[in-house]
T-cell receptor
Framework: GQNIDQPTEMTATEGAIVQINCTYQ??????LFWYQQHAGEAPTFLSY????GLEEKGRFSSFLSRSKGYSYLLLKELQMKDSASYLC???????????FGSGTQLTVLP | DTGVSQDPRHKITKRGQNVTFRCDPI?????LYWYRQTLGQGPEFLTY????????KSRLLSNRFSAERPKGSFSTLEIQRTEQGDSAMYLC??????????????FGAGTRLSVL
């Protein structure tokens, strides 16, 4: 995806913690979203950051640094069902259209 | 109405045919977005509506693509004279845009188009 960079693939073990990083261009920025997408399904909203800092929601947390154009998604206590693509998306402009990265395919191994 | 619904889920067509997809957003949402997603990529923004007004359409892929939202509720995306390169997943999303809202976009399951 244009202007959004995230790793293509990651592998982790069940029960572990994994951090997925995302960098983005800061111009016109008005929010950073993370979505989960299982193969053949719709992207599902996970988290939203607009201010610097950490947002925690159960096993998932997301961090934002606006000055650095950097975010990460932290997944704790990994489960097999967490195997999916994780999409970082930047909201911009009055349209608040989302510009997505290409997604990070996470594989959780037993 | 618990989410965004799209119809059909799958569409197979021959090159040169016209196709139309429908999206029903979450009922109280005033914004509706169309995206396209190809294999291994994130969704790519196409166009969006604020109520019935189409406020951005410069990102539609060609003049063969058009979208409508006549009454500010459901929307349709039409592709005329389909080409094999149009094969993709077409996703619809809706959100509530108002002061203080986060404008979170919720996605439908998409319409997968295959052009033979």
């Amino acid at each position: 995806g244009q202007n959004i960079d995230q790793p293509t693939e990651m592998t982790a073990t069940e029960g572990a913690i994994v951090q997925i990083n995302c960098t983005y261009q800061t111009s016109g920025f008005n929010g950073l979203f993370w979505y989960q997408q299982h193969a053949g399904e719709a992207p599902t909203f996970l988290s939203y950051n607009v201010l610097d800092g950490l947002e925690e929601k159960g096993r998932f947390s997301s961090f934002l640094s606006r000055s650095k154009g950097y975010s990460y998604l932290l997944l704790k206590e990994l489960q097999m069902k967490d195997s999916a693509s994780y999409l970082c998306a930047r909201s911009s402009g009055s349209a608040r259209q989302l510009t997505f990265g290409s997604g990070t395919q996470l594989t959780v191994l037993p | 109405d618990t989410g965004v619904s799209q119809d059909p889920r799958h569409k197979i067509t021959k090159r040169g045919q016209n196709v139309t997809f429908r999206c029903d957003p979450i009922s109280e949402h005033n914004r509706l977005y169309w995206y396209r997603q190809t294999l291994g990529q994130g969704p790519e923004f196409l166009t969006y509506f604020q109520n019935e007004a189409q406020l951005e359409k410069s990102r539609l892929l060609s003049n063969r693509f058009s979208a409508e939202r006549p009454k500010g509720s459901f929307s349709t995306l039409e592709i005329q004279r389909t080409e094999q390169g149009d094969s993709a997943m077409y996703l619809c999303a809706s959100s509530l845009d108002r002061v203080g809202a986060k404008n979170i976009q919720y996605f439908g399951a998409g319409t997968r188009l295959s052009v033979l």
